[in-house]
């Protein structure tokens, strides 16, 4: 599992905006460590996808 995945549980975009309304430092480190990600690791990040696997790896 990626960090970038982890923070985008919410989705993609739901996480951006949260981050620019939250404001501060560490929302602004964490919008541009999603900014180098995004075009890459995040092309195809699906919140239910990752979610159901989860799922399955923990059995619940």
């Known amino acids: 599992m990626k960090e970038d995945e982890l923070l985008c549980g919410a ?3 739901e996480t951006i905006s949260y981050l620019e309304k939250r404001g501060g430092e560490q ?12 075009p890459v690791d995040l092309v195809d990040f699906s919140k239910d996808q990752w979610l159901s696997g ?4 923990y059995g619940v």
Request: contains cysteine; hydrophobic residues 35%; glycine residues 6%.
């Open 11 to 13: 989705g993609v975009e």
């Open 27 to 38: 929302a602004r480190k964490q919008l541009l460590y999603l900014e180098q990600c995004q």
């Open 54 to 57: 989860y799922i399955a790896y």
